[in-house]
């Protein structure tokens, strides 16, 4: 066995699966075969034989009903894209104590697979909850929630990295500017009330990574996160002026989350141009590398599209939005909240904003296939939000007014 646990460190894969096979071909090993047949499994997926792999698998459990053998077969049908197999499995398997943590791990590749990034946030943080301490999970539901715009989630990932890899080799400076950049992130989004409470924890997340790290050189990275504060408080200029201070020639060095939060400042500050060449060179990074895996990538692709057609910040879309609705202008005030919409799809008050433009303009016009979805949209998030009175009132006349325009 011994040799075989080496192949399979080195990434000999095939190496393995011979020495398995000869292994299993041994009849002096009987009772080590249970964890050799799961060895051959595992090294015809990690080898790419997944039909061979599904077929091994359904020959498996004819004879005894193996957990690992029925989270393989799972595997092997998400690699030969027989994904209603794959479902129908993994769901039976999500309910048993013994598989359930596996069987969300699966169900989030599978819904990662089908694009179905909201799910697959939901199922990898049941994973999470299961298994706490598990920082790869953890990063998964960073990246998800960067995709779907959860900044609540994107922060609350990123400090649990910060707890659990403290002490750990996982320890690092890059966790620590993750929260004071998804606190930042947040704060962006959010009502203005949470604002402050969110960039002193930004600011604390900043001291604890000084304090643990005092060696680190970091210059560049906090002199970003100084200029998104200011931006924050609307200092544009002291923004620029820090950033006039950045030295390129170290860009190539830095970690693609430094080089997102460049991108984003950028953005920002009407710097689109340099912007969208960060965000290249993180794409080209992610291509050319294992840094990140595919749902990052795909995050830059969305970042990408979302910032050549969005110019303005989330917070000044919102603004801009309110001034066309305050002087009449509805058809201007829904494009602009339906921008921001587009970058804050859990923020309540901007599904609120535009909930209420869409129900004025459809009592004047009707309502057409493109607002409709808008509508739905709007109102599951505003349904998943706790509402404080005075929007539950606000939105309660909404829904009368929606009522009336469906009767006509």
């Known amino acids: 066995m011994n040799d075989i646990y080496l ?9 393995a699966l011979a020495q398995v096979e000869l292994f299993l071909a041994t009849p002096k090993n009987a009772e080590f075969f249970p964890i050799a047949l799961k060895i051959k499994g595992e090294m015809l997926c990690a080898a790419g034989h997944f039909k061979q792999a599904k077929e091994f698998y359904l020959a498996v ?17 998400l690699r030969l894209d027989e994904d209603e197999s794959a479902e129908k499995l993994v769901l039976r398997l999500a309910f048993k104590p013994e598989s359930q943590l596996a069987a969300y791990d699966l169900l989030t ?45 994107q922060f609350e990932a990123a400090k649990k990295i910060v707890r ?38 930004a600011k604390e997340y900043v001291r604890q990574l000084k304090h643990a790290f005092p060696k680190a050189e970091m210059n560049d990275q906090l002199q970003v996160i100084s200029a998104r504060l200011f931006y924050l408080n609307d200092e544009k200029d002291n923004a620029l002026a ?42 080209n990074r992610c291509k050319s590398g294992a840094e990140q895996g595919e749902i990052f990538l795909h995050y830059i692709h969305q970042e990408k599209d979302e910032k050549t057609s969005i110019k303005r910040s989330s917070k000044e879309l919102n ?4 001034g066309y609705y305050r002087r009449g202008d509805l058809d ?27 129900a004025l303009k459809g009592s004047k016009l009707g309502l057409n296939d493109n607002t409709t979805k808008l509508l739905k949209n709007c109102i599951r998030n505003i349904e998943n939000s706790n509402l404080d009175e005075e929007q539950q009132e606000r939105y309660h006349k909404i829904r009368l007014t929606l009522d009336e325009v469906a009767n006509n």
């Open 319 to 322: 603004n801009t939005a309110v």
């Open 109 to 153: 590749a599978l819904q990662i697979k089908q694009n179905d990034f909201e799910t697959a946030l939901e199922c990898v943080l049941m994973a999470t909850e299961i298994s706490p301490r598990s920082i790869r999970r953890h990063k998964a539901a960073m990246d998800l929630s960067r995709i779907t715009h959860d900044y609540e989630i």
């Open 242 to 283: 820090l950033l006039e201070k950045l030295d390129p020639e170290n860009w190539d060095n830095d970690s693609v989350d430094s080089l997102l939060d460049k991108a984003k400042i950028f953005h920002d500050l009407g710097l689109y141009e340099r912007s969208q060449a960060m965000l290249e060179q993180i794409e």
């Open 164 to 201: 659990f890899a403290k002490n750990s080799i996982h320890d690092k400076p890059e966790n620590y500017l993750n929260v004071a950049r998804s606190g930042i992130d947040y704060a962006m989004t959010t009502d203005a009330a949470d604002t402050e409470r969110l960039i002193k924890q």
């Open 61 to 77: 459990l004819k004879v005894q009903p193996f957990t690992w053998a029925q989270l393989g077969l799972v595997n092997s049908y």
């Open 7 to 15: 192949s399979i460190e080195i990434k000999k894969y095939e190496d």
């Open 332 to 358: 201007n005030a829904l494009e602009t909240f339906t921008q921001a919409f587009t970058l804050m799809p859990k923020s309540t008050s901007i599904s609120l904003n535009l909930l209420q433009v869409i």
